[in-house]
């Protein structure tokens, strides 16, 4: 995909929602991370359900560690897998206190090393708390990374790193979201909404629906 498509792809993503944000509901940089750690697997929707009711009662390193790990799991029960992410959390909330005085961590190394924290997570908290140029590429960065042509790849670090080399340095503060949005909303893995599609114009996919 030529420099100048790129370019516009971004120019109707922005167009389209100039400020986009995560649609994960947080008041502060650790339920964030709470958030993110539990929305493995799981939707957003879902996610926000559970700690809507968990959030008022924990929502720090330490509080979340004095409601026990039993505690945590009957707010986050209705979530997949829960009892692993309830043990991650109650991990990285003990690694939180511990060594980082009750703050998320602002580097990769630090956050990596987090029970339930990989590559993935990281890059979520390092662009949306931190304003790190990252790209979380989850299944919907994936799926239109691969699908438009923009960062072809057969794995997701590979469209990570396809995605950084390409885009344009004053997109990249949103365009971890923008790409998310797209492929939740409008690239979706089944019947694609290609007559709306702000980008169809420039997207790649030979199987993408005539408008």
Do not use: C, Y
């Given at each position: 995909m030529s420099d100048a498509a790129v370019q516009r792809i971004f120019e109707r993503l922005q167009a389209e929602n100039p400020n986009p944000v995560t649609e994960l509901h947080y008041s502060n940089p650790f339920e964030l991370l709470v958030a993110v750690i539990l929305s493995a697997q799981a939707t957003d929707v879902g996610v926000n359900k559970a700690t809507v009711k968990l959030f008022p009662v924990a929502n720090s390193p330490q509080a979340i560690l004095d409601l026990g790990e039993a505690g945590l799991k009957r707010y986050i029960s209705s979530i997949g897998l829960y009892n692993n992410k309830a043990k991650h959390i109650m991990g990285t909330c003990a690694i939180l206190v511990r060594y980082?005085?009750?703050?998320?961590?602002?580097?990769?190394?630090?956050?990596?090393?987090?029970?339930?924290?990989?590559?993935?997570?990281?890059?979520?908290l390092l662009n949306v708390l931190f304003d790190q140029p990252t790209i979380a590429v989850d299944t919907h960065i994936f799926r239109v990374g691969n699908r438009t042509g923009l960062a072809p790849g057969k794995t997701p670090q590979e469209v990570e790193k396809g995605l950084l080399r390409v885009i344009p340095a004053q997109f990249m503060k949103h365009a971890h979201h923008w790409l998310v949005l797209h492929g939740r909303y409008i690239c979706t893995a089944r019947k694609p909404k290609c007559p709306v599609c702000p980008i169809y114009n420039e997207c790649q996919w030979p199987e993408k629906r005539v408008v």
């Open positions: 980082h005085g009750g703050q998320v961590p602002d580097t990769r190394e630090a956050l990596e090393k987090l029970p339930g924290v990989g590559r993935k997570t990281a890059n979520v």
